[in-house]
C-alpha cells in the first residue's frame, strides 16, 4: 500500500480535529493509499511536541519551510490562521505536495487567486489541493445536495443560510488571534459566513452573482492577553494573539448579515454572527422549491427535514429524514442505522475524499476554485457594507450601478 507522509503545519483547534481525521479515515475506510502522521510543525518547540505526543505524530519541527522540502512529506494540511495560508499552500504546490488548507483558503481575493492559479499548475502536475469546508461532508448535507440534485425541492426560489455563536458576547474575552484582521482577514464574515456560503454553494449548485449587507463590530476594544499567547478559549477558539497589559482594537467585524441573488435569479439571505446569544454552533440552511423544501440543523446533524408539495394535501408537511442507512452517503463505513455520527466524523471523511483524489488524480472538491468562489463573495459582501449596503457584483467586487 502506497504510504501518504503527512505533514501538518499548526496545532489548534483544526489541528485537533485534523488530527483525529487522519488517524481514523485509513481505520474505518478501505483508503487508496495510507496516510501517515509524519510530522506537526508549530513556531513553539515545546507546545508542538506535547502535541505531536498527544494526537500521535511521529514528529514536531519549527520550520515550515524546512518539512515541506523534505523528500519524505507528500502532503502538507495547512490549519494556520488565514494569514499564513497563502505563503505555505503555494510553497508547498510548488515542491510538489498535495495541500489540504483550512478555510477560509485566504485573507484576500488576491491571495485566494494566487493560491488557485498555483493549484491549477500543481493539478497539471498530478499534485491535488483541497480546501476544508468540512460541513459539505456532514452525511446528511451531503444527502440534501443530492435530493436537490434529483430535483426533490424543483425550482430553487429562497436559501437561507445561518451561522451563529456567541462567544464573544463577553466584553472581557480578551484579542485573539481571530479578531485582528491582519491575521483573520475577517470576522464573522470569513470565519463562519465563509461555512453558510460555501453550504448554500454546494447544496444548491448555484453561485452566487451579487450580494447587499453590513457588517458590524459590537466591542470596539478588548483586554490583550495577559502575558501568555495561547490557550483555548470557548467553540474552540484559539486564544493565541496580542499579548500584554490593557486592550487593544478589534479590527474585525462581529455580526455579518447579508442578502445574496443567485446567478439563477434565486434569492437567499445569510447571518453570521458571533453575537447570538445562547447559540454555541448554530449552522442552518434551508433551500425552498416550487415543488418542496429541504432544511439541515448542524444541531441535529444526523437528519434533514424534507417538504415535499407533490405529496397529497392532506398528507404534506415538514418530515424528518434518518441519514444513518448503509444507503446514505460515508455511513457505511461506520455503524449500523440510528446510531449517529458527529462533528468530528467529517475531518475523516475530508480525508477520504482528499486521499482518493490524490491516488486517482481527480482534483478533490472543495477545490481551491471552490475557495476562490467564496473568498470573492466574502469580498464583496465586505464591499458592500462600506458602499451603504449597495448591491454588489461577487466576481468584481464592485457596485452594480443604481438601475
Ligand atoms: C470558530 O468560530 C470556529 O472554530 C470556526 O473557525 C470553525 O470553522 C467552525 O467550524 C467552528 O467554530
Request: hydrophobic residues 45%; aromatic residues 8%.
Amino acid at each position: 500500500m502506497k504510504a501518504l507522509r503527512v505533514a501538518m503545519i499548526g496545532y489548534g483547534f483544526m489541528g485537533a480535529a485534523h488530527s483525529q481525521g487522519w488517524r481514523t479515515a485509513p481505520r474505518v475506510f478501505d483508503l487508496p493509499a495510507e496516510p501517515e502522521m509524519a510530522v506537526v510543525v508549530g513556531r513553539n518547540a515545546e507546545a508542538v511536541a506535547a502535541a505531536a505526543d498527544k494526537w500521535d505524530w511521529a514528529e514536531s519541527a519549527t520550520d515550515w519551510r524546512e518539512v515541506i522540502a523534505r523528500d519524505d512529506i507528500d502532503v502538507v494540511d495547512i490549519v494556520t490562521p488565514g494569514d499564513s495560508h497563502a505563503e505555505i499552500a503555494i510553497a508547498a504546490l510548488e515542491a510538489g505536495k498535495h495541500v489540504l488548507c483550512e478555510k477560509p483558503l485566504a485573507n484576500t481575493v488576491a491571495e485566494a487567486e494566487a493560491m488557485a492559479e498555483a493549484a491549477e499548475r500543481a493539478a497539471a502536475r498530478g499534485i491535488q489541493a483541497m480546501v476544508g469546508f468540512t460541513y459539505r461532508r456532514v452525511p446528511a448535507v451531503t444527502f440534501l445536495r443530492n435530493l436537490i440534485a434529483e430535483g426533490a425541492v424543483g425550482t430553487i426560489n429562497h436559501v437561507r443560510a445561518s451561522y451563529r455563536q456567541d462567544w464573544l458576547v463577553d466584553p472581557e474575552m480578551p484579542l485573539a488571534w481571530r479578531l485582528q484582521k491582519e491575521h483573520a482577514g475577517s470576522g464573522a464574515l470569513g470565519d463562519i459566513g465563509a461555512h453558510a456560503i460555501d453550504l448554500a454553494q454546494f447544496v444548491t449548485g448555484l453561485n452566487l452573482a451579487k450580494v447587499s449587507g453590513v457588517i458590524d463590530t459590537i466591542v470596539k476594544e478588548r483586554p490583550l492577553l495577559k502575558g501568555s499567547t495561547s490557550g483555548t478559549g470557548p467553540s474552540g477558539t484559539g486564544l493565541s494573539g496580542a499579548a500584554g497589559t490593557g486592550y487593544g482594537q478589534v479590527t474585525v467585524d462581529d455580526i455579518a448579515i447579508f442578502t445574496g441573488r443567485f446567478e439563477s435569479g434565486a434569492l437567499a439571505s445569510f447571518e453570521a454572527s458571533r453575537f447570538a446569544t445562547g447559540r454555541k454552533n448554530a449552522l442552518q440552511i434551508e433551500v425552498s422549491g416550487d415543488k418542496g423544501a429541504l432544511a439541515f440543523d448542524l444541531e441535529d446533524l444526523n437528519s434533514v427535514q424534507f417538504y415535499d408539495r407533490t405529496a397529497p394535501a392532506d398528507r404534506q408537511g415538514f418530515r424528518k429524514i434518518l441519514v444513518t442507512e448503509a444507503e446514505h452517503p460515508y455511513v457505511s463505513a461506520w455503524w449500523p442505522a440510528g446510531h449517529m455520527l458527529g462533528y468530528e466524523h467529517g475531518f475523516s471523511h475530508q480525508v477520504k475524499d482528499l486521499v482518493e483524489g490524490i491516488v486517482g488524480g481527480a482534483v478533490p472538491h472543495p477545490s481551491f476554485a471552490d475557495g476562490l468562489r467564496v473568498q470573492r463573495v466574502l469580498d464583496a459582501v465586505e464591499r458592500s457594507s462600506e458602499n451603504d449596503s449597495a448591491w454588489t457584483r461577487v466576481a468584481s467586487g464592485v457596485p452594480v450601478p443604481a438601475s
